[in-house]
């Protein structure tokens, strides 16, 4: 296969997904494509069903039918933990970093690595000062200034914890890192430091979903914009030729998608 | 050119050992010998301090499995009814013929079992750790009193008082039961500090929901905490049977009240995934010297509960307002 031929394949793809819980439809017939290294953004009205397709891709929800695609194939993961293995993390909007725990305790947290001999194996010792360095090490990496790995998480402001999640992502998700409104609980500043990460994120090679409220954001760093609205998929557009008001106006239904000229991917059927 | 380097790095050193938890309770420790020993000069004989190691032997093992129960934001109730059913079901099977080491060994296994009860309830069917100790508490006592038709009976074999027998070390008197708590207090710690099961039990008692998303089984966990606890209790009742060759089903009273207070005397959070072993440690020697110091000043051992009760709501509001501030 060519580099030109595997670029094509999208890294993540969903087909038809449908979703019922009792009559309400929170997946209907929902289309996805996440490319090979880019940051798409996920929008979508409240109760459009951004999170369901989320938790669909990543084993948190069992669609009712349609299929889900890694690197063209096809995976049926059963719970989060299927979704990690296959190198899919997900850092959830409740910011799920344990606060008691440093820094470098949470980045390999249930990852924990024990040393090697008879101590890790008969007496199972953590191998700390290894999870440390790597730790430290990892954040460097990703441009993340920190007094130190040791440092108890709950002596961080909001903005670097979100960051210590997001590192956590990027450490283990080999190919996709999903971040769930990771500015919400941010101000300006803070905010504006966990975006330069997610595009360092990228820089790693990683591919990115991101599930914004937030159109600065999602102008500032996307590459594509999925717009989801009543289950499903309305269109995916480029943040570069089409304007905030008309993203908005897919959104919320004041306007067709079929009316949105440069949209990248259009609806498929007729509304 | 040293010298402010020199100067931070014995500040960071003061720093540390301010910020090391266990150096509250350490303080609040010395302070009671102070008292004590100021006010009663017996209080600090060799022979005195033998003794109080050896008082808080139950209450200072029973505190270890409360510190890991604690540590996940649970709380048992039942300690002190688990190990008592533990005394009475050896003295039980041995005074009846059966061979005293297989007689503790179930019994052991008894306090496991109840420990698999609270555990699988707590972890299986998410009930509060509260209601369901609570329960345990009152089902154990009540089976208690009907197996032993609500007597003492003593408890006169060798190997179930093996525990009591003393080792002497520069005047100090030993007895095995102390040797054994604290190599229980090495070996937990190890646990705690040193594996990947003590990083999750702090894990979930922090945050189960954050221990959940990264694939801690969270209810197996609580589980092999409740069990491990509950065998701890077992160990506690040979050690108490060493201390006293007295089976009692009222025994043991206050042993939730002393053992919570070690535990939260120590710096363990009743929050959850705050604290350690350490501390524990100390907070059961507090609770020993208050309890032994209060005796040699001839004070009522009522006033002694009470005394460890008003003890036990400062601490906890201590933890309330630190946390607060966090």
Not at chain 1, 7 to 31: E, F
Not at chain 1, 34 to 61: H, M, P, R, W, Y
Not at chain 1, 189 to 204: C, S, W
């Amino acid at each position: 296969m060519t580099q030109d031929q595997s670029a094509r394949i999208p890294v993540m793809q969903a087909v038809g997904l449908k979703k019922h819980y009792g009559h309400v439809v929170a997946l209907d017939d929902a289309d996805f494509e996440l490319a090979q290294g880019e940051i798409l953004a996920v929008v979508g009205d409240n109760g459009a069903g951004k999170s369901t397709l989320i938790k669909a891709l990543t084993g948190a929800v069992i669609p009712d039918e349609g299929d889900v695609y890694l690197d063209g194939r096809k995976v049926h993961f059963k719970s989060p933990l299927n979704a990690r293995l296959a190198g899919i993390e997900t850092v959830y909007q409740e910011l799920a970093v344990a606060t008691q725990l440093n820094i470098a305790q949470n980045l390999y947290l249930g990852r924990e690595v024990r040393k090697s001999g008879i101590a890790g194996t008969v007496f199972r010792q953590l191998d700390k000062k290894l999870m440390r360095n790597q730790a430290a090490e990892h954040m460097r990496n990703l441009g993340i200034r920190i007094q130190s790995i040791n440092q108890k998480v709950e002596t961080l402001s909001g903005g670097q914890r979100q960051a210590v999640a997001v590192a956590r992502a990027a450490a283990w998700g080999r190919k996709v890192v999903v971040l769930d409104e990771p500015t919400a609980a941010l101000g300006v500043r803070e905010t504006g430091q966990v975006l330069d990460l997610i595009r360092r994120v990228k820089d790693q090679g990683l591919s990115v979903i991101l599930i914004s409220h937030s159109m600065p954001d999602v102008f500032a760093i996307a590459d594509r914009i999925h717009i989801h609205r009543l289950g499903h998929r309305a269109a995916v557009v480029s943040p570069k030729s089409t304007s905030r008001s008309d993203v908005v106006a897919v959104m919320t239904g004041a306007l067709e998608p079929e009316a949105v000229q440069s949209a990248l991917i259009a609806p498929p059927r007729a509304a | 050119m040293n010298s402010p380097s020199a100067l931070s790095s014995g500040r960071s050193i003061a720093k540390k050992v301010i910020g090391t938890p266990s150096v509250g309770p350490l303080l609040v420790l010395l302070a009671f010998g102070v008292i004590f020993s100021l006010t009663n000069p017996r209080f600090l004989a060799t022979q005195n301090l033998s003794i109080i190691l050896q008082q808080t032997v139950i209450i200072g093992t029973l505190a270890i499995g409360q510190t890991l129960i604690i540590l996940t934001a649970g709380i048992d109730l039942a300690v002190g009814a688990i190990c008592v059913l533990g005394t009475i079901l050896a003295g039980k099977l041995a005074n009846s013929g059966y061979d005293p080491v297989l007689a503790m060994a179930l019994a052991v296994l008894a306090c496991t079992a109840a420990g698999v009860a609270a555990g699988g309830l707590i972890a299986g069917l998410r009930l509060p750790p509260f209601i369901v100790t609570l329960g345990i508490l009152g089902i154990i006592t009540a089976a208690l009193r009907l197996i032993s038709a609500g007597g003492a009976f003593s408890v006169t074999d060798a190997f179930l008082g093996w525990t009591g027998n003393t080792i002497r070390l520069n005047g100090f008197i030993l007895t095995y039961g102390v040797i054994i708590m604290l190599l229980l207090y090495g070996l937990i710690w190890f646990l705690l500090n040193q594996t990947q099961w003590g990083r999750h039990v702090y894990a979930v008692g922090n945050n189960p929901e954050a221990a959940r998303l990264v694939g801690i089984p969270v209810g197996r966990l609580l589980l092999s905490v409740y069990v491990l606890a509950a065998f701890i209790y077992g160990i506690a009742a040979w050690l108490a049977l060493g201390r006293i060759p007295n089976a009692d089903p009222n025994a043991l009273q206050t042993a939730n009240l002393d053992s919570i207070t070690a535990v939260v005397i120590g710096g363990t959070s009743l929050f959850g995934g705050r604290g350690g072993l350490l501390g524990t440690l100390i907070g059961a020697l507090i609770v020993g010297v208050l309890r032994n110091g209060l005796t040699l000043a001839g004070i009522d051992p009522l006033w002694q509960d009470l005394i460890t009760g008003i003890l036990v709501i400062v601490a906890v509001a201590l933890d309330q307002l630190t946390r607060g501030k966090r």
